[in-house]
């Protein structure tokens, strides 16, 4: 069953405002949604307990931490069980040093974004940690010169239709004065 077909508008704007802003207390999400406290609670409680709403994060700068150098390693698989999918996926996410991984389609079947101290710790993770594996045929890394990601996902709605609140502006105030081509 599709998620969204569950979601109105209000729960819309909940989960825009989060993704902007995870840190915003009860209070200030319900007024930016323009519901009750109590209700604006309600509503966030079901969506974390359907799992709609997964996690909160904090956004880290990788250079205080250590991290001088972030990759993408392309991983071509021996063979295509989902036994051996599934290996690989549960190995690569064992690894401290991976940030995500992309099971994706094409010549390479996976994706594995990772963040290391410098080039020698890559050449070190991809030969130890990835080359060694019998499930593994080929390694292609790219490194990453800027990694910007957006703030969160499109809301789309049941219809397919991105989902934005209503503006809670006063509305556009026209003017009476006739511009000169109607004047005219």
């Known amino acids: 069953m599709d998620e969204t077909s569950n979601l109105d508008s209000i729960d819309f704007?909940?989960?825009?405002?989060?993704?902007?802003?995870?840190?915003?207390?009860?209070?200030?999400?319900?007024?930016?949604?323009?519901?009750?406290?109590?209700?604006?609670?309600?509503?966030?409680?079901?969506?974390?307990?359907?799992?709609v709403?997964?996690?909160?994060?904090?956004?880290?700068?990788?250079?205080?931490v250590g991290i001088g150098l972030q990759a993408m390693i392309a991983v071509r698989l021996r063979q295509h069980s989902r036994e051996m999918v599934e290996e690989f996926r549960r190995h690569a996410l064992s690894l401290p040093q991976v940030l995500a991984v992309y099971h994706v389609a094409g010549a390479n079947d996976f994706?594995?974004?990772?963040?290391?101290?410098?080039?020698d710790h890559l050449r070190d993770l991809g030969m130890d940690a990835f080359t060694t594996r019998p499930e593994v045929a080929h390694l292609e890394t790219s490194l990453i010169f800027e990694y910007v990601r957006s703030?969160?996902?499109?809301?789309?709605?049941?219809?397919?239709?991105?989902?934005?609140?209503?503006?809670?502006?006063?509305?556009?105030?026209?003017?009476?004065?006739?511009?000169?081509?109607?004047?005219r």
Do not use: W
Request: charged content about 25%.
């Open 13 to 51: 704007a909940i989960l825009e405002a989060l993704q902007k802003n995870a840190r915003l207390s009860n209070k200030e999400l319900a007024a930016e949604v323009g519901l009750a406290q109590s209700s604006c609670l309600a509503r966030v409680t079901r969506l974390r307990e359907t799992g």
């Open 53 to 64: 709403l997964k996690s909160f994060h904090a956004e880290v700068d990788a250079r205080a």
């Open 111 to 119: 994706l594995v974004h990772v963040a290391v101290r410098d080039a």
């Open 151 to 183: 703030p969160g996902l499109p809301l789309y709605g049941p219809m397919g239709a991105i989902q934005r609140p209503a503006p809670s502006a006063e509305p556009v105030k026209r003017s009476r004065k006739r511009s000169r081509a109607t004047a």
